[in-house]
């Protein structure tokens, strides 16, 4: 009897299930929380240099003699409220009518005073990661997401080897340990090797809380049960922004995202190991007794001698390199990795320009996270329209919608900063769409013996966005004016309006019969019909060891 059969006979989602499945989407919302701490701590507020010989200085005006030192002091930006980088020095300096020198020459400070407005303190303001060294935001950022690649190579191979239960556990031992540590990061080095770890056992919990949970869920459950963790994950975005709202520190708001990571560490006590990869290792006696749990707990019973030898199959894998070994591979191959590129650089790199939409901070950042809610929609969509038309509409949608802002911004202002504002959420509302069904896209593309070489492959392209993505965002500070704050957006829509377009070449995978050899991917058109219910056989065996995110 195949390990699915059995799932058949003591209960595909019974009690069991969901009390596990429950358990694993719970640190969903730290991995959520994580994926975008970042924008929260390296947030940069508005700022200008200290007053030389005047302690107590700060951004908000203290007094009329105040704003007269300022003016006296500080350069006037046409682009902001002051300049950010330089305050004027010079001997005998002569003053105009608005108390502003006329001979004095300008140098770089290396001293600054913040806007507390949005929050009391960051890591950016702590450390003055300002002027010169502002590059330093997206740097640690990218070094983040580098670590979340790793975490997915590391983790991967860790939970085939080890199992999926004691690589969870090293994920979150590893987690807990590095997040705790951040709070203390005494500067910019030890904070992004902290960040590196983060990043790494964050993807790890993820991803194997995942595998582990669709491991133990029957076939016709497991879409379902893929999409709902992906929920928690959302889930974590809004609880990230109303810790933000309410703490205004990034060191408090660290701590009261790391410490209920804690918890995790009881989950040694309270999931099993995932019964299916005890029998892909030959521990038959262990899998029985999880699977005489699940029975139990389902109040079902298990027919005797259910176990065989060939109750989990083991597929043959083939090569990477052979996905590029014709003209046909190769173009949809690239196209796919294109795709994955782009829809998570727009993804994450939407979210990190909350700060420059304009309007306040915390309610973008939330807003962005509820813009995910409605993308669910792709799930209902990839059966009616097909999996072709579905990402392309998304991308288009999410596409179109960021180069609209290149007016709003450009022509309309701070007027009209609302239309910017729904413009960006429909603008993050297409790649979160896109990821779901880009995942499913690529996977029925790459033929069976290629399949896991392929999504794994398309995993660490997308990480590449990831790490695209803070520099992209972060245009907005480094080129000044209207053009500069419209840049990332529009580079975002372009890239996934082109990304869409690409696809156009693509086959149409729904209802096909699915390529098995290298061979037949080459000839694959999308024209040969084949039924629903064999292409999720086709499919299903691979869905259950990759993430979207």
């Not at 450390?127 to 991967?156: E, I, M, P, R």
């Not at 790494?200 to 194997?208: I, K, Q």
């Not at 963790?229 to 205004?248: E, N, P, R, V």
């Not at 597929?315 to 191959?333: A, Y």
Request: proline share 4%.
């Amino acid at each position: 009897m195949k390990f699915d059969d059995i799932l058949k006979e003591v209960g595909e989602f019974g009690y069991y299930q969901k009390r596990l499945y429950l358990l694993l989407c719970i640190p969903a919302i730290s991995v959520g929380c994580y994926m975008m701490m970042n924008i929260v701590l390296l947030y940069t507020p508005k700022h200008r240099c200290k007053l030389p010989g005047y302690p107590n200085d700060t951004w908000e005006i203290q007094s009329e003699d105040h704003q007269l030192l300022i003016n006296q002091n500080i350069p006037a930006s046409q682009h902001y409220v002051y300049d950010r980088c330089n305050i004027y020095t010079g001997d005998n300096i002569v003053y105009n009518n608005n108390s502003q020198p006329i001979n004095a020459t300008t140098q770089s400070c290396t001293e600054w005073v913040y806007d507390t407005g949005v929050f009391y303190e960051t890591f950016t303001s702590k450390n003055n990661f300002v002027c010169d060294d502002a590059l330093k935001t997206s740097h640690a950022q990218l070094v983040f997401y580098f670590g979340v690649l790793v975490g997915d190579l590391g983790f991967g191979l860790l939970a085939d080897i080890i199992g999926r239960k004691k690589s969870f556990y090293i994920a979150i031992v590893v987690q807990v340990a590095s997040a705790m540590g951040v709070a203390w990061a005494p500067n910019f080095w030890v904070y992004i090797i902290l960040e590196f770890l983060v990043g790494a056992a964050n993807h790890g919990v993820f991803m194997t809380a995942c595998v582990l949970g669709l491991e133990v869920v029957g076939p016709s459950k497991r879409v379902w049960a893929g999409l709902v963790i992906h929920g928690f994950f959302t889930l974590g975005l809004c609880y990230l922004s109303a810790a933000s709202w309410l703490l205004k520190n990034w060191f408090y708001i660290q701590l009261v995202v790391a410490a209920p990571c804690a918890v995790y560490l009881s989950y040694w006590w309270l999931i099993p190991e995932s019964p299916r990869w005890l029998l892909s290792q030959g521990r038959k006696k262990e899998a029985m007794v999880i699977i005489d749990k699940i029975a139990e707990a389902n109040k079902a019973e298990l027919p005797k001698d259910s176990l065989r030898d060939d109750t989990v199959e083991k597929q043959k894998g083939g090569k990477l390199w052979e996905l590029f070994t014709s003209k046909v591979l190769f173009f949809r191959t690239m196209i796919l990795f294109f795709n994955w590129m782009i829809v998570s650089m727009c993804y994450y790199g939407v979210t990190m320009y909350a700060g420059d939409i304009g309007g306040n901070f915390y309610l973008n950042f939330f807003l962005l996270a509820l813009a995910e809610i409605p993308a669910f929609v792709n799930l209902f969509m990839l059966d009616c329209i097909g999996r072709k038309w579905s990402h392309i509409i998304f991308m288009w949608l999410g596409g179109f919608a960021c180069i609209g802002t290149i007016f709003t911004v450009i022509y309309g202002g701070e007027d009209y900063q609302p239309v910017t504002l729904a413009l960006a959420l429909i603008g993050k509302l297409g790649p979160s769409g896109a990821f779901g069904i880009v995942y499913v896209f690529s996977l029925e593309l790459f033929p069976t013996v290629l399949r896991n070489a392929g999504m794994g492959a398309s995993s660490c392209v997308a990480r590449l966005g990831g790490m695209a993505a803070p520099y992209v965002a972060k245009m907005a500070d480094l080129i000044a004016g209207e053009y500069g704050k419209a840049l990332p957006l529009a580079i975002f829509g372009v890239t996934s309006v082109v990304a869409g377009l690409l696809c156009l070449f693509l086959p149409e995978t729904l209802n096909q019969k699915l390529p098995d050899t290298v061979e037949e991917a080459k000839h694959f058109k999308g024209h040969q019909r084949f039924s629903k219910e064999r292409q999720i056989e086709e499919a299903k065996e691979v869905h259950i060891n990759n993430t979207k995110f």
